[in-house]
């Protein structure tokens, strides 16, 4: 990824259907691990944006992933399906450990783990976040945090509506 050697392969497709079947997929770790999942879609239809499938797939399960390894004894994440002006959203939250304010930003740099003595034993590189954050980029989109110690966290990836690579349309 960091060589630019990730090539990925855009195309127009329904957010809601990408996030649908990545839930299925990850189904087996979620339940393995005792967990449940509120799905929470868009009450007006979402456009489609143009995306890699996989890579944002990826990026999701990603957060799904850090859901569960981080969510200490609550076994509930939710994930909401929005638009917030030009972008379509995909929101991970979970009510676990939370993420000190200090430690919000340095959470997407590589190999970076948050320092809570209730993650001592949470198995990981430290590259997850980074890897989303990369992913999002690449789509011209942006990964955001919310987080209060002992409460959870949110993390939103925003998707533009825009097609963000089509040439400019030339003015007559």
Do not use: M
Request: no cysteine; net charge negative.
């Amino acid at each position: 990824i960091e060589s630019g050697q990730k090539t990925y392969k855009f195309e127009q497709t329904d957010i809601e259907q990408v996030v649908i079947d990545t839930l299925r997929t990850f189904e087996v770790v979620l339940e393995q691990n005792g967990f449940s999942v509120n799905l929470e879609r868009s009450q007006q239809p979402l456009p489609s944006v143009v995306i890699d499938q996989e890579a944002i797939a990826q990026a999701f399960i990603n957060l799904l992933d850090n859901a569960v390894k981080y969510s200490g004894e609550a076994n509930e994440i939710n994930v909401t399906l929005g638009r917030q002006n030009d972008f379509v959203t995909i929101a991970v939250r979970d009510q676990g450990i939370g993420i000190a304010s200090e430690e919000r930003d340095k959470v997407f740099e590589k190999f970076y783990r948050v320092g809570n003595v209730l993650v001592h034993d949470v198995k990981g590189s430290g590259l997850g976040l980074s890897i989303v954050k990369h992913i999002v980029e690449a789509h011209k989109g942006k990964v955001t945090v919310e987080s209060t110690p002992g409460k959870g966290s949110t993390f939103s990836i925003q998707l533009p509506i825009e097609t963000p690579f089509a040439a400019p349309l030339a003015k007559a």
